[in-house]
Antibody, heavy 120, light 111 residues
């Protein structure tokens, strides 16, 4: 059974940093691109960023709204993917989801979500 | 703001047919696959339809997807109480900031 289990998150002041983690099981993690998607209050879902696999040099890509502030990394030996969030803004308040990509398309499995609140 | 437009709500009684629309542009829906996700209360989203009209294994065949031009639709045939959820469409967007874009979400209520 495919599982994505997230940890991290919480409350932080504007300008602060947080790191989210996501551990995968039930599939060959190293074969898949991984994405982060967030759900903001009243705005629905928004793609945050992607990290590709080793065959694609672990390249990353980010939404314009987080580029330069967020970074994604992965550790294939531990089946882990991370979202490092720096210079957080109030508008980054959201539930963040770790997701898997597959040949059938994007976001075919989702983590349970973790709440990030940015407030003074 | 979400790139793809969906009605904020839809409703029906058990057994009825409910259709949710997803309106986009020539840079997304018209030229790329559409995906649909179901988010039950207090749960993570789940892939419901991929490549416009394909169902992952385990998804009931009362859920179907289609598209025409710059619009796509998700149809629930034979609405059930457990279908009460939020539904989101998504598609690749070929614009300068190319990547996947989501719809604004539709809350389906079973009356």
């Amino acid at each position: 059974e495919v599982q994505l289990v997230q940890s991290g998150g919480g409350s932080v002041q504007p300008g602060g940093s947080l790191r989210l983690s996501c551990v995968a099981s039930g599939f060959t993690f190293s074969d898949h691109f991984m994405d982060w998607v967030r759900k903001t209050p009243g705005k629905g879902l928004e793609w945050v960023g992607r990290i590709r696999d080793q065959g694609n040099s672990y390249t990353t890509r980010y939404a314009a709204s987080v580029k330069g502030r967020f970074s994604i990394s992965r550790d294939d030996s531990k089946n882990l993917v991370y979202l490092q969030m720096n210079s957080l803004k109030t508008e980054d308040t959201a539930i963040y989801y770790c997701t898997r990509d597959s040949p059938t398309g994007p976001f075919d499995y989702w983590g349970q979500g973790t709440l990030v609140t940015v407030s003074s | 703001q979400p790139v793809l437009a969906q009605p904020p709500s839809a409703s029906g009684t058990p057994g009825q047919i409910v259709t949710i629309s997803c309106s986009g542009t020539t840079s997304n829906i018209a030229t790329n696959y559409v995906y649909w996700y179901q988010q039950l209360p207090e749960a993570a989203p789940k892939l419901l339809i991929y490549e416009t009209d394909q169902r992952p294994s385990g998804v009931p065949d009362r859920f179907s997807g289609s598209k025409s031009g710059t619009s796509a639709s998700l149809t629930i045939s034979g609405l059930r109480s457990e279908d009460e959820a939020d539904y989101y469409c998504a598609a690749w967007d070929d614009s300068l900031t190319a990547f996947y874009v989501f719809g604004s979400g539709t809350k389906v209520t079973v009356l």
